[in-house]
């Protein structure tokens, strides 16, 4: 089964940029579909962005044109690209691994990250 690290969260102001990476191990990477979720303080997790083995993407309206899910298997890694950040992007992300993009897509079964804390805060 694989495991899940992410990093590059932080405090950035609204309108800056960060990179997100999530890191996996202990399986063959690229046959798992990936997602970034986040969840803010009293709200439900949700997804951000899911990208398929085969390299499709999905995004939530509210991130559309400002973030970008990818993925570069040789490095085990996938990556969310955050722009012009906003005060309500700050949650905890999480990466999320799984076999099927259904499970991804619907944050059921699969492998999840410990968290990295994104705070846009000026």
């Known amino acids: 089964q694989v495991q899940l690290v992410e990093s590059g969260g932080g405090l950035v102001q609204p309108g800056g940029s960060l990179r997100l990476s999530c890191a996996a191990s202990g399986s063959i990477f690229s046959i798992y579909n990936m997602g970034w979720y986040r969840q803010a303080p009293g709200k439900q997790r949700e997804l951000v962005a899911a990208i398929g083995s085969n390299g499709n993407t999905n995004y939530v309206d509210s991130v559309k044109g400002r973030f970008t899910i990818s993925r570069d298997n040789a490095k085990n890694t996938v990556y969310l690209q955050m722009n012009s950040l906003k005060p309500e992007d700050t949650a905890v992300y999480y990466c999320?691994?799984?076999?099927?993009?259904?499970?991804?897509?619907?944050?059921?079964?699969?492998?999840w990250g410990q968290g990295t804390q994104v705070t846009v805060s000026s």
């Open positions: 999320h691994a799984g076999l099927s993009l259904i499970n991804v897509l619907r944050a059921t079964g699969g492998t």
